[in-house]
T-cell receptor, first 116, second 111 residues
């Protein structure tokens, strides 16, 4: 089954304790993104990757890191989480980026993170 | 700047028709998406428009006018399960194919 998986689905942690949220897709997609979703603010892009070893900042990258060593995996790293990073996080993947091409984004199930 | 506007909330009755509007101002345009999102779940794809006009898919239709920076999602024969948020998203025209999301419209269906 074609899918995007994220782990963990729920996480409660404390300020300053490093954590990683994993994201994996089995569709051989080139383009992957991380979003956070907060009430009243909608989906905001944190980081994205156009292919292996190619990553770039989205709209709200502060406090986050990513890596793309393999095509299928795109982990999100919070080196020193803070309470303002409490949010619902979604990973998404798209076949390819291309002007005019029909590129639906497939979303993972989400990770609800609480930082105390 | 980049801006996508859609109403925050709407209410409609089961069996009726509802139209959710979206206006956008972006640096270029390479397509508009509509997604459905139930509370606490991931967004799921509904439609994609890149040319002007109406795209129909079952009970859902999406319209685009590029000259007006305007789209709408039309939901017919509303069902209780259509209670969800509806996200308008635009693919802006830049080298990284960025997709910008609106804040979503929460649709409440009354019996």
């Amino acid at each position: 089954e074609a899918q995007v998986t994220q782990n963990p689905r729920y996480l409660i942690t404390v300020t300053g304790k490093k954590l990683t949220v994993t994201c994996s897709q089995n569709m051989n997609h080139e383009y992957m993104s991380w979003y956070r979703q907060d009430p009243g603010l909608g989906l905001r892009q944190i980081y994205y990757s156009m292919n292996v070893e190619v990553t770039d900042k989205g709209d709200v990258p502060e406090g986050y890191k990513v890596s793309r060593k393999e095509k299928r995996n795109f982990p999100l790293i919070l080196e020193s989480p803070s309470p303002n990073q409490t949010s619902l996080y979604f990973c998404a993947s798209t076949l390819t980026s291309g002007v005019g091409s029909y590129n639906e984004q497939f979303f993972g199930p989400g990770t609800r993170l609480t930082v105390l | 700047g980049q801006n996508i506007d859609q109403p925050t909330e709407m209410t409609a009755t089961e069996g009726a028709i509802v139209q959710i509007n979206c206006t956008y101002q972006t640096s270029g345009f390479n397509g508009l998406f509509w997604y459905q999102q139930h509370a606490g779940e991931a967004p799921t794809f509904l439609s994609y428009n890149v040319l002007d006009g109406l795209e129909e898919k079952g009970r859902f239709s999406s319209f685009l006018s590029r000259s007006k920076g305007y789209s709408y999602l039309l939901l017919k024969e509303l069902q209780m399960k259509d209670s969800a948020s509806y996200l308008c998203a635009v693919r802006a025209e830049n080298r990284d194919d960025k997709i910008i999301f609106g804040k979503g419209t929460r649709l409440h269906i009354l019996p």
